[in-house]
């Protein structure tokens, strides 16, 4: 059983990385003994789980994944929602909104039209259909400001950090309130510009670095130097 | 644009029993794996045509039909006929033919026919010369498809040859410019040419001539040319697998052994 | 076209390649994309997916479906060539889909479709090889998942000799044309076409010139690949090299 290749490696589809008795988890395949990388990204592997995380890649719904998406069209009923992925979702009005008397229920363009954003919640999805979204848990509903950021999904579990600990500290530090959706899109809402384009800034160079060692300090550090105004020699 | 064909054709149950004959080295008709279907060759069946041919592969049936008209030749072959080749999947020879402009398979199956005829030269192109610079032959060869059982490429080209091996075209003479077309007529002109050989591979075997239910269950097709010489003439791979090397140069080994029987029946019938 | 010296009329060997560059993710709006020079073909492609498809009756229900498409671009060619479709670009588009469909995890992505939209800006022979070179590039460039990368490569003869990567004057006065696809890895043939005439020995020698063209030509697409993407800042540079693990 030999690992060929160091952890936060970049490797390339078609990269050998691994040769044994590994399991084979995200972005490789497995060929009788020899496991390969499936998309470019970066090596990791924990204990006897191999996997790629990828550098690009579109977002996959799972069910359970809470997601921002948008309006991109009205039906019978409910909406239709661009989550930023190759498959486009529903959400019915049964699922929108506080608990309300259902017989009034009908699907009215005062409570959400197209270009609208929303917060969901997928509760269905399988190869068979489009993802199902809810969004009346308390959470979830219409986005009523903010600025939406894509970035890649991947490195969003980066952004969110280890029990919340990098979107806490963004949210501390910078005044502004952030909306994170397992699909990739993120919601800055923001009182001062000035704060609005550091923060941008700053997810924009965690989702850059996802991959590398002291990202939380230099994250620190432009934290330090543009949102307190703290001049720094070197920390 | 080309896509992705559906694979809804077969019942997995029946593509899995095929791949699992085949790694028997059987098949469903009970064939062995390096044997055609039964091929029957008719020719002269279309009196208006210049030449005409129906081949029979198993249930499969293509007519080929050559018409010679005068033309123009091309700018850069000025003292040379002109050979066209045409494929019409009509509707009635499969269900999932539709009307319509000619979709990627019948193109394909045109330029593959059309390709092992040019480059071998099989039609003799510098004989079918009229006025040198301005009036030509042309070879209109046109194949219809009017039973798709599997194996296409294999009985359009058997009857496009035997119809041009059986073509006769008019003498004339060029009288003050007029073209004057004879009663007397020559055979076409022909050189020798290739005789394409069509291998599937379902599962890990390579199998000749598949019929129409083992092309759902094969991975990927080979079509290989071998002229009088034992020559590679033409080759095209089609869907959507691949082909080992070794199993690209074991199928031309046996496209070379397999296209002598095939030559055999193709002159026996245009004799 | 072969001198006494050996040497091709573009001075090349005959088992020498025309020089290739490569470079990935040249478009904005396409997910992934890739450009190749190689001689004086200039080819760019562009890759869009796994996205949501339209017509919905080309959807497949357990899998992505590939789109594919080739096109020559009016000004690409010696003569102006009419920007309708033509039979031979239908059939190129759909031998280069076969070529690309074995290398693509398809299955990952059901009822959605890639599209891939080659476009050929100047040709001078074995362009639908140079596409696919691209063209794989792309999808990996697009965060598409793959087996491995697919190569290709062609071979033909010319004055009886056997000669790798044919520009369009050896194509059309040469004496057989062999263009083929390879998975490196999986030492299978993806992409396999020949017209003309070649003995079964001179088949054997030009068949094993192209495999290995296309194995010199999959190390350029992985340099290409990894230059793309290797950032400066760089990672945790571990204390071995290698691990054991018994």
Redesign the interface.
């Known amino acids: 059983m030999t690992i060929l290749v160091q952890k936060k490696q970049l490797v390339i589809p078609g990269e050998l990385v691994a040769q044994g008795e590994y399991e084979p988890d995200l972005n490789v395949y497995k060929d009788g003994e020899n496991i390969y990388s499936t998309m470019i990204g970066f090596f990791e592997y924990q204990g006897s789980r191999i996997s790629v995380v990828p550098l690009k890649h579109c977002y996959f719904p799972f069910v359970d994944d809470i997601i921002i998406g948008k309006i991109t069209d009205v039906g019978m009923s409910g909406w239709y929602v661009d989550i930023n992925s190759p498959y486009s979702a529903m959400l019915p009005v049964t699922e929108f909104g506080a608990r309300q008397n259902y017989s009034r229920k009908r699907v009215t363009t005062e409570s959400l039209s197209v270009g609208d954003l929303v917060k969901a919640k997928i509760i269905a999805f399988d190869r068979s259909r489009d993802p199902l979204l809810s969004a009346r848990d308390r959470e979830l509903g219409k986005i009523t400001r903010g600025r939406m950021i894509k970035i890649t999904p991947s490195k969003i579990p980066r952004l969110i950090g280890k029990e919340g600990s990098m979107i806490n500290l963004l949210k501390k530090e910078s005044a502004c309130s952030l909306s994170v959706g397992q699909n990739g899109i993120v919601l800055v809402t923001c009182n001062s510009p000035k704060n609005e384009e550091v923060v941008v800034e700053l997810i924009k160079m965690i989702e850059h670095e996802a991959h590398t060692q002291g990202l939380t300090d230099r994250v620190s550090e432009v934290i330090n130097r543009k949102l307190r105004g703290v001049k720094t020699g070197k920390a | 644009?080309?896509?992705?064909p559906?694979?809804s054709e077969i019942l997995t149950l029946e593509r899995d029993h095929i791949i699992d004959l085949a790694s028997k080295g059987k098949r469903i008709d009970n064939r062995a794996p390096m044997d055609y279907r039964e091929i029957k060759i008719q020719t002269g069946i279309i009196e208006k045509a210049n030449g005409s041919a129906q081949v029979d592969i198993g249930q499969t049936k293509v007519i080929v039909g050559v018409k010679i008209q005068a033309g123009t030749p091309f700018p850069d072959t000025p003292n040379e006929g002109v050979q066209t080749v045409n494929a019409e999947f009509t509707p009635l020879a499969h269900p999932t033919f539709e009307l319509g402009p000619?979709q990627?398979n019948s193109?394909?199956l045109?330029?593959i026919v059309d390709?092992n005829l040019?480059?071998?030269k099989a039609i003799d192109l510098t004989k079918l010369c009229i006025v040198p610079g301005k009036k030509t032959f042309v070879v209109f060869i046109d194949l219809n498809m009017l039973d798709h059982y599997g194996n296409l490429i294999d009985a359009s080209t058997y009857a496009a040859l035997s119809a041009l091996l059986t073509s006769k075209l008019n003498e004339y003479e060029v009288k003050h410019d007029e073209l004057i077309i004879k009663d007397n007529q020559q055979p076409l002109p022909m050189n020798d040419y290739p005789i394409p050989i069509t291998f599937a591979k379902i599962g890990k075997t390579l199998m000749l001539d598949p019929n129409i239910q083992e092309e759902h269950a094969m991975s990927a097709r080979?079509t290989v040319g071998i002229?009088n010489?034992?020559?590679?003439?033409?080759?095209?791979?089609?869907?959507?697998?691949?082909?080992?090397?070794s199993e690209?140069?074991s199928a031309?080994?046996t496209a070379?052994q397999k296209s002598k029987e095939i030559r055999k029946l193709i002159i026996e019938a245009t004799r | 076209m072969i001198d006494d010296k050996g040497l091709r009329l573009d001075g090349r060997r005959p088992d020498e390649l025309r020089s290739i560059k490569l470079q990935v993710g040249v478009l904005h709006n396409a997910n992934g994309s890739a450009y190749i020079e190689q001689g004086k073909n200039k080819i760019i492609v562009g890759v869009y997916g796994p996205r949501e498809i339209h017509p919905k009756h080309?959807i497949?229900s357990d899998?992505a479906?590939?789109?594919?498409?080739y096109r020559m671009a009016p000004f690409s060619t010696d003569e102006r060539k009419h920007p309708a479709p033509s039979?031979?670009e239908?059939?190129i588009?759909?031998?280069?889909?076969?070529a690309l469909?074995?290398s693509v995890l398809?299955e990952y992505y059901p009822r959605t479709?890639i599209d891939i939209f080659i476009e050929a800006l100047q040709c001078d022979g074995g362009t639908r090889c140079a596409s696919i070179v691209a063209a794989s590039l792309a999808l990996a460039d697009a965060g598409i998942p793959l087996k491995e990368l697919v190569s290709s490569c062609s071979v033909g003869k010319v004055k009886g000799h056997v000669i790798v990567d044919l520009y369009d004057l050896e194509d059309k006065y040469g004496e057989a044309d062999?263009p083929i696809a390879l998975?490196p890895n999986?030492?299978?043939?993806?992409?396999?076409?020949?017209?003309?005439?070649?003995?079964?020995e001179e088949?054997?020698k030009a068949?094993?010139m192209a495999?290995e063209g296309c194995r010199k030509i999959s190390n350029l697409q992985n340099d290409a690949l990894k230059r793309k993407y290797k950032l400066e800042s760089d990672t945790e540079t571990s204390k071995d090299s290698k691990e054991e693990v018994k």
Request: net charge negative.
């Open positions: 644009m080309s896509t992705t559906h694979s000619p990627e193109i394909e045109s330029r390709r040019r480059e071998s080979l002229d010489e034992d020559c590679v003439c033409a080759m095209q791979k089609g869907g959507l697998g691949g082909f080992e090397p690209i140069e031309v080994e070379i | 080309l497949i899998r479906a590939i789109r594919c498409r039979r031979r239908v059939e588009s759909k031998v280069i889909r076969e469909e074995p398809s479709v062999l998975m999986h030492n299978l043939v993806t992409l396999i076409q020949m017209d003309g005439k070649l003995s079964k088949f054997d068949f094993n495999l």
